[in-house]
C-alpha cells in the first residue's frame, strides 16, 4: 500500500513543440491546455495541493501555474529541448527524480483535455493500493490486428468476422503514468512490461484520451471542448 502524501502529482509541459507549436499556452477552451489541467487538480478533494507540480522551463509556462496555484519544479533548458535520442537518459528528461520530496510519481498529460478529474483521482487511489512498481492507462479495443509479417493478432472467438467476436486488446492512452522515483536512475520509468504485474494497467474511456499533437487536433477538440463546456 502507498500513502497519497508520498505521491507527487505532476504535469511535465515545454514550448518546444514542432507539430503544434505554443499548444500549452494558446488559447483553448477560453483557457489554455496547461490551465485546464492544472485547474482540475487544484479542484480535487483527493490529492493534497502540496503535492501538486507543474515542471517547466518556460517563463509563460510559470506564469500559468502561479496563477492556479500550484508547486513548480524549475525545469532546465537541456530538459526542455531533450529529444529522446539513442544516448539519452531518463534522468535528463525527468530531473525531477531525486528533488522532490516523493516516493513515487503520477504523471499527467496536460494535451488531454478530456479526460476526467475522477478519472485522475481513481487512477491514483488503484495505484496507492496496489503494490505493482507502475501503472499506465490504457483504452480497452476490440478490432482487428496484424504484425509487420501479416499475422492476425486478435482470433475471433466463433470464425465470425464480428468486431464483437474480436479477442480484447488494450492500447495506450498516453495520458496517466505512474511509477517508483528510486529506480528511474537505473533508466526504469513505470516498471517492466515484460514482467507480469510489475505494471498495472487502467482501462479508461477513449473519449477522455483525445491528444492534442497535431494543428488540425487542436483546431478540433478546441471545438469539441467549447461545444461540451456549453452543454453544461
Not at 42 to 51: F, G, H, R, T, Y
Not at 168 to 176: G, I, M, N, R
Not at 195 to 219: A, H, M, Q, R
Request: charged share 30%; glycine share 4%; net charge negative.
Amino acid at each position: 500500500m502507498k500513502k497519497i502524501e508520498e505521491v507527487a502529482v505532476l504535469v511535465q509541459a515545454r514550448l518546444t513543440s514542432q507539430r503544434c507549436p505554443q499548444k500549452m499556452i494558446r488559447p483553448f477552451g477560453g483557457s489554455t491546455l496547461t490551465e485546464i489541467t492544472l485547474k482540475k487538480l487544484k479542484e480535487s478533494k483527493l490529492i493534497p495541493d502540496q503535492n501538486i507540480y507543474l515542471s517547466a522551463y518556460d517563463e509563460p509556462l510559470k506564469d500559468i501555474a502561479k496563477k492556479v496555484g500550484v508547486n513548480i519544479f524549475h525545469r532546465s533548458e537541456r530538459s526542455a529541448l531533450w529529444d529522446g535520442g539513442p544516448d539519452a537518459h531518463l534522468t535528463e528528461m525527468y530531473e525531477w527524480w531525486n528533488k522532490i520530496p516523493f516516493k513515487y510519481v503520477v504523471m499527467i498529460n496536460a494535451c488531454t483535455p478530456f479526460l476526467e478529474i475522477s478519472t485522475i483521482e481513481k487512477f491514483i487511489t488503484e495505484y496507492c493500493k496496489t503494490d505493482s512498481r507502475g501503472m499506465f492507462a490504457v483504452m480497452e479495443k476490440m478490432n482487428y490486428f496484424w504484425d509487420e509479417d501479416l499475422n492476425f493478432l486478435t482470433p475471433l472467438r466463433d470464425g465470425a468476422m464480428n468486431t464483437k467476436n474480436v479477442q480484447k486488446t488494450y492500447e495506450a492512452a498516453h495520458c496517466l503514468y505512474a511509477g517508483r522515483l528510486d529506480v528511474m536512475k537505473d533508466g526504469v520509468w513505470m516498471g517492466d512490461f515484460d514482467t507480469p504485474g510489475d505494471i498495472e494497467l487502467f482501462p479508461i474511456e477513449e473519449k477522455e484520451c483525445f491528444d492534442v499533437d497535431y494543428e488540425w487536433e487542436f483546431f478540433t477538440y478546441d471545438k469539441m471542448y467549447q461545444a461540451l463546456n456549453n452543454e453544461n
